[in-house]
């Protein structure tokens, strides 16, 4: 396998659940799963061909439980609720555009995107910048004599503007990583602070120290509905 698809893979972070936008062959999502990249992975395609040797060798290789085939065009047959990285490689810049704008509106910052255009990749960087999205990263692959760009993208939001020192209680870095205990960590931080809240409120304690846990829990609370921690 050429060393395009190893650039791309080199760009996906840990995952929980990426869309794999024409997958074709589904080789991509076969290495996702392999190397224990995602958790799972949807395989879409547009056309019946493609579609049917994808899920066949899906089926070959009995990942059919990880990897769901699909069929349709670009990000219809998925919600992108179910999904953290969107990968759309092998295609068109303006093709790739179009799929992006046609949801750009349900993208959040949960969402990593990985394109690797065939050509138009200036127009593409354009599109994603104008719309409210941070190129993180890029990377570069060389197949005889044609290069390859990969870009990645996610929607640029500010972490710190939920309240910065909540990032003192959970390590922001576990957001970046996806960490898979994330959600079950904050969840027992508010767990211990509810216990500590209702302790307190027996022991009839201060105002202001009832103030400041309950304005805890909340950001707690918040950083798992913002960051949509599965
Ligand atoms: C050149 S292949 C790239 C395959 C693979 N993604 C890769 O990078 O090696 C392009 C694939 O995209 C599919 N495709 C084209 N337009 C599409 C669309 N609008 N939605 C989903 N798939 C599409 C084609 O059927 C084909 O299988």
Do not use: W
């Amino acid at each position: 396998m050429g060393n395009r698809i190893d650039e791309i893979i080199k760009l996906i972070d840990c995952c929980h659940v990426a869309a794999d936008i024409g997958t074709d062959h589904a080789y991509v999502p076969e290495i996702l799963i392999n190397e224990g990249i995602c958790r799972k992975v949807i395989a879409t395609d547009l056309n019946e061909g493609p579609f049917k040797i994808a899920k066949s060798y899906i089926e070959s290789k009995s990942l059919s439980d990880i990897i769901d085939v699909r069929l349709g065009d670009g990000l219809h047959p998925i919600d992108l609720k179910e999904v953290d990285t969107i990968i759309i490689a092998g295609m068109g810049g303006y093709l790739i555009r179009e799929i992006i704008d046609f949801r750009k509106n349900e993208f959040n910052n949960r969402h990593t995107l990985v394109l690797q255009p065939m050509n138009a990749s200036d127009k593409l960087r354009h599109y994603l910048f104008d719309n409210g999205f941070e190129l993180v990263d890029e990377g570069l692959a060389k197949e005889d004599f044609h290069f390859y760009e990969i870009i990645k993208a996610k929607k640029r939001k500010d972490i710190e503007n939920i309240d910065g020192e909540i990032f003192f209680e959970v390590g922001k870095a576990l957001f970046i990583k996806k960490h898979p205990l994330l959600r079950s960590f904050i969840e027992n931080k508010i767990r211990i602070n509810d216990d500590i809240i209702r302790n307190l409120q027996s022991s009839h304690a201060e105002m202001d120290t009832m103030k400041m846990l309950r304005h805890k829990k909340n950001l707690l609370q918040e950083l798992i509905h913002e960051y949509e921690i599965i």
